[in-house]
Structures are given as C-alpha cells and as structure tokens.
C-alpha cells in the first residue's frame, strides 16, 4: 500500500492523508480545513489533491474543523462513501460543519461586497449549509476499544487520545498479499491530567506510525501553576484594572475546560463577583453534547457530578446566542470574563470583541491555545507590537496581550512521547510526523531518536511512501 500527505505536512492545519491499498482500496485520514493562512487559505482548501469520487471510505480521528472541515466540500464534489468515527465525533460534526458553512456564507457576503466596488467576479463559499447537512447521513459511528470491519481486508479500533470530546488513535489492520500490515495514526495528542476528558490510552502495536508533533520542542507548566496563573489574570484584569477578559477559545474543548475551571473557583469562592459570558452558539450547542457522552469524561469528572450536577454552569455564568446580545457586551463598561470563538481569532464573535476592545489599556486579550504562524492570533502575540489591522482597520494594541499555553488541548513533547512509549519502538518499520511546524518536527525528530525511535520521516505536502 501507499500513502501520500496531502496536509498538515510541515504545518499544523489541513489535516488529509490518503492510503491506497495494492487491490485499489482507498482510505482517507481526515479531511481538515486549512486555516489562517492568510490570502492561500481559500485555494488551498480548494485543491484537495485528489479525486473525492474515488475515495471509499474516511476515517476521522476528532471533530476539529483542520481534521474535518472540508467534509461538505468533498460531498459537494461527488463523495458518497462511509465516514466512520466515534459517536462523539459524529454529534460534534453535525454541530461543527453546519457552524462552518454558515460562517463562509456570511464571511464570503463581507467579501463579495468588497469585490463587487472593485468590479471583481464574485466567488462561492466551499459549501452550503445544506450540504453540510446532507453529509452526516454519511457517518457511521463506532464505539471506544471496539473493533469494526470495514470490509473483509480492513477494520479499524478506536482509542482514546483525550485530546477532545470524541478523539481517537485510528488503529488500522489491513491484510495484503496474504499479510497483515497495522498502521496507527494518533491525530491529536492531548494531556495526561485533562480536567474533564479520558486521558490518552495505549493502542495496540503498530508497524507504521503517524503522529501529530504540534508541541515537539516545549513542555506545558503543572496544573497548578496553570490555575493560578489563571486566576491572577482574572483579578489583575476585572478586580485590579477594572477591565474586560477577552479569551479567544475553540468552541469544543478549550471552551468546556475553561468553564470546568471557572466553576471550579467558583464553588471555592475564589471567582470574583463579576460576569461570565460564553459568546458562541458554537460553544453552547457542544456543552450540551459534552453533557450527552459520560464515555469520554474521565473518573475525576464523574466524581464531581456526585456534588454538582452541572459543572458548566454556575450563577454568573452567562450563555449567548442572540447576535444583539453579542453586540451589546460591547456597549458594557463593566468588568466582565467574555469566551468566544474562533481559537486563533480567524473568524467570529471574538475577532469582533477583540477589534472593539484591544485598544484599552485596562483590558487583556489571554491566549489559551496553539495559535499558527500566520494567524491573527499569533500576531498580536509580536513583541512591542504598537499596531494591528483588523478587518482592514488600523487598531492601537493597548491591552495586555496574555499567553496561558497549558490550557492547550495538545500535549508537550514528554507527554506525547510518554504516550507513543506503549509501542515496542523496534517494531515499528516507520515512524511520520505531521501536523508540527517544520522547525519543532526537526526538533521532535531528534527527542524521539534520543529516547530509541528510529526511521522518522517529516512528510513534505504531496509527498508518498510505499509501505
């Protein structure tokens, strides 16, 4: 068999890696959106790199949008196979790429308007909300540690990776030439001490490995010192500076973890009296699915349900999905805690907030989570920034910009190589790293090899191996 990288190749978003079996079989690893890559975004996510007629099945290891994303755009363009993942994955896309959709529609209307003053042909969203719909009849959900039989030469188990809701280690044995050959391929690592999540399980021994490496050349403070580093955040912006807390957040998964900590300060009247607002429909549709799989909540989660029965939610805590009431959180001077999406400020309510509050002194933007290069939210993170364009207005950056990196939903390179360490690493014909900047992968490479991995190949984008 043969598999070619077709994303997350030296980079950390739009995740696509094709197998193709020696009776023709095709299998494809997710199919994740390129993001913040500024003007190549939207050509990228155009030019899959294959034909989507052609592909028999789709395995997915979670729902973020760069493992998912371009799953309507495939269905668009002629896709009819199976989709299989876990249940979980399968609620979250159902929420997660109609939420996609409509937020093409609306950005691709900002944008046609600016093309129809400059006399420019108008261009099309990836995909409707319609077709976002239309795909999920396409899923098939398979539960943790069981295996299933795609067809009588394939079969895939899941394992948990606690990296979000649903996340799973895609465990593939297939038979060639009479042969079994076990591919697995871990998506995204999470970490071991997750508030809420399963932490990441051993999965079964594999001959070709494919690894994230997002953190390969970093280690995340303890989780204490998160919590407090956090916590004095909250009273140095809305006690001391009577400011506003602006924390751009995925929508799944950072979203829910930073409401778990809230509540969890909360209970122990360390929270100050002021008001928390998760602004995301996005966020308030995926509480309620983290609220419908107990399977994937870890036993320090369950134990808290016995004392409180609803640990995403307390008396200050405010659900929004009205547009007015987004706008008038902007019209409020008070102290306030505002949680909104996108994660790497790319798009949505929080690009808005952040637009209208970065340039008071008394507020501070926090960065919770892994931001790319290219991203706004990467940007603002620029030493001695003084200026910055958002939505093509020149803003002053007088707030404080914040970085709180262990709220990452990705583990450090200790605990990503603590968790590949269930592998006999002699047994391994082939290790590929993705989805990292090439500067860390180089950088993992080597921590790897030190702690006796071997064969460790940095796939370029396009780039194929037999197996």
Sequence with gaps: MKIKFLGAAREVTGSKHLITTNKGKTILLDCGMFQGKGIETDSLNRNL??????????????????????????????????????????????????????????????????????????????????????????????????????NDKINVKFTHTGHMLGSAVVNLELIENGQKKHLAYTGDIGRKQNKILHSPSSFPQCDYLITESTYGDRLHSTESEREEDFLNVVTDTCVKNKGKLIIPAFSVGRTQEIIFVLNKLYNENKLPHIDVYVDSPLSVNATEVFRMHNECMNDDFKQVLKTDDDPFGFNTLKYIKKVEESKALNEDDRPCIIISSSGMLEAGRVKHHVANNISNWRNTILIVGYCSPTSLGARIQEPGLRYISIFGEIREVNAQIKKIEAFSGHGDYNEMIDFLSCQDKEMIRNIFLVHGEYEVQKAYKQMLESRGFSNIEIPEVGEEFEL
């Design 49 to 150: 790199g294959f034909n989507p007629e052609e592909i028999d099945y789709l395995i997915l290891t979670h729902a973020h949008i760069d493992h998912v994303g371009l799953i309507p755009y495939m269905y668009k363009l002629g896709f009819r196979g199976s989709i299989v993942c876990t249940s979980a994955t399968r609620d979250l896309c159902t929420i997660m790429l109609a939420d996609s959709a409509h937020i093409q529609e609306l950005d691709i209307k900002w944008f046609n308007q600016k093309r129809i003053k400059n006399n420019q042909s108008l261009v099309e969203p990836l995909y409707s909300i319609q077709e976002a719909e239309d795909c999920m009849k396409l899923f098939i959900s398979v539960g943790f540690d069981r295996r299933f039989q795609i």
